[in-house]
């Protein structure tokens, strides 16, 4: 096999090998040549890609920015708190004379007059008191007119000086204490009649009965602390009664509207204004009662409702309102980063009046013509050059 | 071995048997071996997942993870590092152990440790959940789950319920809860109004349900003849009956649950949304876990889902997305197909330098032989069949067929010599085996110090240096025994034909034979034609031995001064189909809010990527429901402003998604001010490399001084984003999450009749719900599932900061509002909370673009190191993710190198018994790092991993080649040669088998080289430095080798000179006694 002959080693010959480098030459210049070529091209390929990737990089460092400007705030924070409403009059109906129930005319829920009679008393006994009264009363009328009659002559007498003066003078008195004797009997009669007008159990003014609490046959027994017959509230307008916490105190001042709400209507709300407070924080619960005034045309509000309470409280000042995302904190203090006109970040220390939760009212540092980063992102801080999102950039340079 | 040769000629079956026994289990193996993309990384990780609804990442971290983790340092053993991140709710400490950890062991102490720390915990937190994963596990398949007519919380369910738990039986998966949708509860929905109304608070509704909703066995009954189990009704089976629980009696009346409270089936308040294509989805994804082979379970999944199809209730539809099985198979494949192909090539290479077809099916038999005996023996230590594996058979192919060549071809020689086959084959094993074996342990030797390799990189390429020492002492083996026995067939089956032709004339041949014997011989002449040139310059270089020396050292130094420009990777980038966008939104954005800001990014998105490119787009927003999830996420979510997109192209048109994401960093940051973007790996490779971290970049500082910490790093923020080719360098944890703070003044509360308790308990039922504190059930009796009930006052009600101040926090006569007792003030809190060592962390994420991430991170350091003074002394300031991995991989195989140099040098030293002749061949190596460096600086392949594996391969191979001129070379001289005749003899007479022996590894990687595998850089780096090193071995090598044996001659012709007579004397001297 041929790659197994003894290898051909001829005796070096120089003019072969003077021969053989000169035609080696130019090849191997070409190779230097082509390899030069490729190093330089190759070092300056990656030359123009580092360029190219230090400039994107450098493009990629500068962050791109949403801008937004205060506004001025007119935005209320509302303030919800349970609330009680109670009618506007409230009135239990007691009894003022023991007896049974004899009939009663309006139940729950009906609309009464003054005076229209809600229950009738039925009580014998009175009855027998005023005709035991007006018997006494008789007597007394008769026995007043026989000492008149008597009076009357023993005065004739005694002008005619027939009889003693003292013994005029006695049915001259005679007479008096049978007079003043028929005015007590006139006056206990009359107290009885007028008990017998509570016999009937009227209403004291307009408005709905609330409570009946008894039934006919029923006894009942004269005075207040027993058992209360029936309740008449005045429901044309209500009263809302309101705690507030102390924190809010200085806020709630008579005039305040406020919206009232009710479980049962979930999707309406009544206006309701502060008519009073009670002036003094009560010391159980740090908090001071405020009574609420509610127009109840439809009846809707229900005494002893339970509802909730929002009352809108007015900014202060003239604040300017921002996107609460926009605020930084730095060492705890609330700042904003604003850019300025060459688009560099200046950091702004900022006063927040209120936190609004979506937004913030500021009440320092801020004037309404800064631009600030909507959504800075955490360490951001002063001179970091950055880019305005496109669409914003073009209104602003329209401005 | 001789007795091996003896046996293989005198006992031939036994080796054929051998072969054929090969064949079987190598076949066996390749069947039954797992498939994978990487072999797998076995650093053991376990993860200790804490769970309290509503506890800040703050409190979490000082609260639960850090006195746990106080515990782990005292009660785990080897345990590398611990990390930890604390969420809302949820606390994720993940325990990195050493390698050599037993991990049941770990386990159990993880575990009681956890047990063991309770009780100074939070009261009401639940015992974690451990689990044990490695750090490479990444997403295989995912499943997305849509309907267009059930809820969500409905879809989530039967995910949940019905595929979650058969899918966990496909060996080696792990499946963790599904992403998005409705986690389904029982929801007592407290109306706070009607509390207030009738005096109750929202502890007497939970209290209530405490009383009427039991879980306890009434017992059993003897009667008569019978045992009665009695049951009651203590548990409703009904949702709609808990609305009916009386809560007390009031006013003659009995208030019910439904009076104050609305109870319905329901679902917690989402965290976490997935959007497939904008229609929303429940997505789960599944794992592979332990030794299990990805494609096994990829296969397994698939194989499930047609039957768990027909369990899942009507209208749900389900389809698989993100298959990785067509990227691992088609890996897999097309490395086994370039070995395929190098083989083949190989096999026609040594057809057209031998011209015997019956020497080339001897030689060549020996590299399916010998792969296969590799993968036996690969699979028999456990490891998978994997892109490493193959890579490393691939890499052996050109290597195999070397001892069988030069045996045949010495056995040829001997029997033109006219000796009888097995003579001649046992005299040409005889001089082999020496010059074989050496070689042989020069190769290994090379490849002893990947063994030595630590970390992710070692994982991977311990089994490729596996494959090459398998398929290379398999290889040696045939040699002696069936390339012997074969050789004593079929090449006296070639004798006798030659003897045939001689006798009769040429026999008949075919067409085809007839063309190859035609192209043989022009193939030899052309061969020829090189030798003569190559004769006449070695003669040149010879006669100006100096010159030629300097100038090849010269050449050789300035080709190293290309190594700047090539830039180094820790592994090649690969190219994905895929991109993976992490959208960081302003810390604290609502899920609500995420969702409809990710609408107007994909808007964006596919106004920007050209039309019809983009074939999907998949959002993951948000928190996943469990921490399980957490443990397993790499892409660094921390809350519900968080979210993934994952954009997938059509493969056919778009096979590099990469020019998208350049476009997608350059447009998106404009339109969306405030939101940070960052693409994640795509690929599966890079996952895995990046080892659970998002990025490749990672700077951490740790230490106590928090803040101080935190100021540094927001400040080399600014300073590493200028560096070139860094991309989307983002601060991990987001410390400026909107926070209200309520501040109750605890004396005025007092005078009310309030305590703290009073308030925080009334605020964590309004806001968080009732469940982490007063855990209840209600099971599902139709399908077994038990759903946490949790009362809670609807989210919807409370939308602003007045209805929070307008809280009631009290109820009956003290009613008091929260803004009368409390405060509330702005602020910000952790949005998520880092810990490296138990020490509180700050990390910034960078990938790269464009430039090499040594460089980048070079100059990263550079920074870092400048400014290190700012930073708190104490502080410790790291380099973390794969840049770490690639330093000391890198450090490690520069030291392998230099270890494999000395290896191969004290080798062959032994051979030669000279110290001489070894350093000779050693001082050639250089030539092939500067092969190396050319081929890769032409290719624009930066140094990898791959690049050095390919280095420390061509080192060996060089070695090899150059013993074989050296070895030549001495026994010319020691047969009285001149030094430059036995030189140039030396050359010219090795130049055949060397040139073969380089050609065949060069032509064997080119398939490699040329592919865009990771594998790639190796293939290049072995192509380049065995051409520079063939160089050196042929022309540098011969050239030194006159030149030191001629100086050598000189001087010792000097000294005989000198010393003659006391030489003579010496002798005599020796001779006399």
Redesign the interface.
């Known amino acids: ?4 002959e003894p ?3 001829q005796p ?1 010959d120089p003019l ?2 003077a021969e ?2 000169r035609r ?1 030459r130019p090849r191997g210049l070409v190779a230097i040549g082509v390899i030069l070529a ?2 330089v091209s ?2 300056a390929s ?1 030359h123009a ?2 360029a ?3 400039r ?6 500068i ?4 801008l937004c400007t205060p506004t001025l705030s007119t935005a209320t ?6 609330a009680n409403v109670e009618a506007f009059v409230d009135a239990p109906i007691y009894a003022r004379v023991n007896g049974y129930l004899k009939s009663w005319a309006y139940d729950i829920g009906a609309q009464v007059k003054v005076g229209d009679v809600l229950g009738v008393i039925d009580a014998p006994d009175l009855n027998q008191q005023v005709e035991q009264a007006k018997g006494l009363l008789a007597r007394s009328k008769a026995e007043q007119n026989l000492a008149r009659a008597t009076a009357k002559r023993w005065t004739t007498l005694r002008n005619q000086a027939a009889v003693s003066p003292q013994s005029a003078d006695e049915k001259t008195g005679n007479l008096e204490a049978a007079a003043a004797s028929q005015n007590a009997a006139q006056a206990n009669l009359d107290r009885l009649v007028a008990l017998e007008a509570y016999l009937n159990l009227t209403s004291p003014f307009d408005g709905v009965v609330t409570a009946r609490n008894v039934d006919v046959g029923a006894l009942v027994d004269a005075g207040a602390g027993r058992r209360e017959l029936f309740r008449v509230a005045d429901i044309h307008k209500m009263r809302v009664y309101v ?1 507030a ?4 105190a200085a806020k709630i001042t008579p005039g305040l509207t406020a919206r009232l709400t009710l ?1 049962q209507y979930p999707t309406r709300e009544f206006s309701t204004k502060i008519m009073t407070t009670a002036s003094a924080i009560a010391a ?4 001071l009662l405020v009574q609420f005034e509610a127009d109840n045309p439809d009846r809707a509000l229900l005494p002893g409702a ?1 509802g ?1 309470i929002r009352i809108s409280l007015p900014p202060e000042g003239a604040p300017l309102l921002l996107p ?2 926009a ?1 930084v ?1 730095v060492n705890a203090s609330p700042q904003v980063a604003t850019v300025d006109e060459r688009g560099v970040v200046r950091m702004k220390n900022v006063k ?1 009046a209120r ?3 979506p937004s ?1 009212e500021i009440s320092a540092g801020l004037s309404e013509t800064d631009r600030v ?7 951001v801080h002063d001179g970091i050059a950055v ?1 305005i ?2 669409g914003e950039r073009k209104e602003a340079q329209a401005r | 071995m001789l007795q091996l040769v003896l046996i293989a000629l005198r006992r031939p079956y036994t080796f054929v048997v051998a072969a054929v026994l090969i064949v079987i289990l190598g076949a066996l193996a390749i069947v039954r071996t797992p498939v994978d993309i990487f072999p797998a990384v076995g650093i053991p990780v376990v993860s200790v997942i804490w769970t309290y609804v509503g506890l800040s990442p703050d409190d979490m971290s000082t609260r639960i993870l850090y006195p746990y983790e106080l515990a782990l340092t005292a009660l785990v053993n080897d345990i590398d590092h611990v990390e930890s991140q604390s969420y809302n709710g949820i606390g994720v400490n993940k325990i990195y152990f050493q390698p050599k950890v037993k991990i049941d062991l770990a386990l159990a102490q993880v575990g009681a440790a956890g047990q063991t720390v309770l009780r100074l915990l939070p009261p009401g937190v639940q015992p974690p959940q451990v689990i044990s994963f490695n750090a490479s596990t990444v997403p295989v398949i995912q499943i997305a789950f849509s309907s267009a007519t059930r809820t969500e919380a409905e879809v989530a369910d039967a995910v949940y319920t019905l595929i979650r738990p058969p899918l966990t039986t496909v060996t080696g998966a792990a499946v963790p809860f599904p992403y998005g949708g409705k986690s389904r509860q029982v929801r007592i929905d407290l109306d706070q109004e009607k509390l207030l109304g009738l005096g109750l608070t929202a502890q007497d509704v939970v209290t209530a349900v405490e009383r009427q909703n039991l879980i306890i066995p009434a017992g059993t009954q003897k009667i008569g003849d019978y045992e009665y189990a009695v049951l009651i009704n203590d548990a409703p089976a009904d949702i709609a009956a808990l609305n009916d629980f009386p809560i007390k009696r009031a006013d003659g009346a009995i208030v019910y649950l439904r009076d104050v409270a609305h109870v319905h089936n329901g679902n917690a308040p989402q965290t976490n949304l997935v959007r497939v294509d904008g229609a929303p989805a429940v997505l789960l994804p599944v794992l592979t876990s332990g030794s299990a082979s990805s494609l096994d379970v990829i296969n397994g999944v698939k194989a499930m889902l047609p039957r768990l199809k027909l369990a899942l209730p009507d209208g749900i539809e389900m389809t698989v997305i993100g298959d990785q099985s067509a990227f691992i198979s088609g890996a897999v494949v097309s490395v086994a197909r370039e070995a395929a192909i190098a083989a083949a090539l190989t096999g026609l290479m040594i057809l057209l330098f031998l011209g015997s077809w019956r020497s080339t099916i001897i030689i060549t038999i020996s590299i399916p032989l010998s792969i296969l005996a590799a993968l036996f023996a690969l699979s028999a230590l456990g490891e998978t069949v994997n892109v490493m594996t193959l890579g490393g058979l691939a890499l052996a192919v050109g290597l195999l067929v070397d001892d069988a060549t030069v045996t045949i071809e010495n056995v040829n020689r001997h029997m033109e010599a006219g000796e009888a086959i097995d003579d001649a084959i046992i005299k040409a094993a005889k001089e082999i085996i020496t010059p074989a074996t050496v070689s042989l342990l020069c190769i290994c030797i090379v490849f002893a110090p990947l063994l030595l390799l630590g970390g992710v990189a070692g994982y991977l390429f311990r089994p490729l240096a596996e494959a090459v020492v398998f398929a290379m002492i398999a290889s040696y083996c045939l040699t002696y025994t069936l390339v012997e026995t074969m050789a004593r067939y079929f090449l006296s089956a070639q004798q006798r034909e030659a003897l045939r032709e001689a006798k009769y004339g040429p026999a008949r041949r075919g067409v085809f034979l007839a063309t190859f014997t035609r192209a043989q011989i022009a193939f030899e002449r052309g061969f020829e034609r090189l030798l003569d040139t190559y004769a006449r310059v070695l003669q040149l270089a010879l006669a100006r031995p100096k010159a030629f020396v300097a100038m090849f050292f010269a050449g050789v130094a300035l080709s190293f001064t290309l190594t700047p420009f090539l830039g180094r990777d820790f592994f090649p980038e690969t190219e994905s189909s895929s991109l993976r966008l992490h959208v960081r939104l302003p810390t604290g954005t609502r899920l609500e809010q995420a969702g409809v800001l990710c609408d107007r990014i994909e808007a964006e998105i596919r106004d920007v990527l050209p039309h019809g490119a983009l074939t999907s787009i998949v959002d993951n927003i948000g928190l996943p429901i469990s921490g399980i999830n957490l443990s397993y996420n790499n892409s660094g979510t921390i809350g519900t402003n968080d979210a993934d997109l994952t954009l997938s192209f059509d493969p056919e048109k778009v096979a590099d998604a990469s020019p998208f994401a350049e476009l997608l960093r350059e447009r998106l940051p404009r339109a969306f001010p405030g939101v940070v973007f960052s693409f994640l790996p795509a690929d599966i490779v890079t996952q895995i490399l990046n080892f659970g971290l998002p990025a490749p970049l990672d700077i951490q500082i740790s230490g106590s001084k928090r803040d101080e910490n935190l100021v540094y790093l927001q400040k080399t923020l600014e300073r590493v984003a200028r560096v070139p080719g860094i991309a989307d360098p983002r601060m991990q944890q987001a410390g400026d999450l909107p926070t209200l703070h309520v501040d109750v003044d605890r004396t005025l509360a007092q005078e009310v009749g309030l305590s703290e308790r009073d308030v925080t308990v009334s605020l964590q039922t309004m806001l968080a719900g009732s469940f982490q504190t007063s855990p209840a059930f209600w099971l599902n009796v139709k399908s077994g599932v038990s759903y946490p009930i949790v009362t809670m006052e609807p989210q919807f009600w409370n939308t602003s900061l007045d209805a929070l101040a307008s809280k009631p926090v009290a109820a009956g006569e003290g009613q008091q509002i929260l803004s009368g007792i409390a405060s509330i003030r702005r602020g910000w809190s952790s949005g998520v909370v880092t810990h490296f060592n138990s020490q509180s962390a700050f990390d910034i994420y960078a990938g790269v673009r464009g430039r090499d991430l040594g460089a980048i991170a070079d100059d990263v350091q550079k920074i870092l190191d400048d400014t290190r003074k700012e930073a708190p002394a104490a502080s410790n300031l790291a380099l973390r993710g794969q840049i770490a991995t690639m330093r000391s991989a890198y450090a490690d195989l520069l030291l392998g190198l230099v270890l494999s140099i000395v290896f191969v040098y004290l080798i062959i030293v032994v051979n030669f018994q000279s110290w001489l002749d070894p350093f000779l061949i050693v001082s050639g190596l250089p030539t092939a790092l500067a092969g190396i460096v050319w081929m890769l600086f032409l290719s624009e392949t930066t140094i990898s991993v791959p690049a050095l594996t390919g280095a420390i391969m061509c080192m060996g191979v060089a070695t090899a080649n150059s013993n074989l001129v050296i070895a030549f070379a001495r026994e010319r001289l020691d047969h009285g040669d001149t030094p430059l005749h036995a030189a140039a003899a030396a050359g010219v007479t090795r130049f055949r088998p060397v040139i073969m022996t380089a050609l065949a590894m060069i032509i064997g990687m080119a398939p490699m080289a040329l592919s865009a595998e990771q594998n790639a850089p190796l293939g290049r780096a072995v192509i380049g430095g065995l051409t520079f090193a063939t160089m050196g071995t042929l022309l540098l090598l011969p050239v030194m080798f006159s030149l030191a044996h001629g100086f050598l001659a000189r001087r010792r012709a000097q000294r005989a000179q000198y010393d003659a007579p006391e030489n003579t004397e010496l002798e005599q001297a020796n001779v006399a006694p």
């Open positions: 096999m041929s790659h197994h290898p051909r080693l070096p072969a090998q053989f480098l080696l490729l190093v190759g070092v990656r890609r580092d190219e990737l230090a994107v990089t450098q493009e990629a460092v962050p791109t920015v949403e924070q509302e303030l919800v708190l349970p705690r916490p102390q924190a809010y479980p159980g619960s740090r908090t339970f909730q609460a995302s605020l904190f927040i936190d609004l939760g913030l980063i909507r959504t800075p992102w955490q360490s880019r999102k496109d």
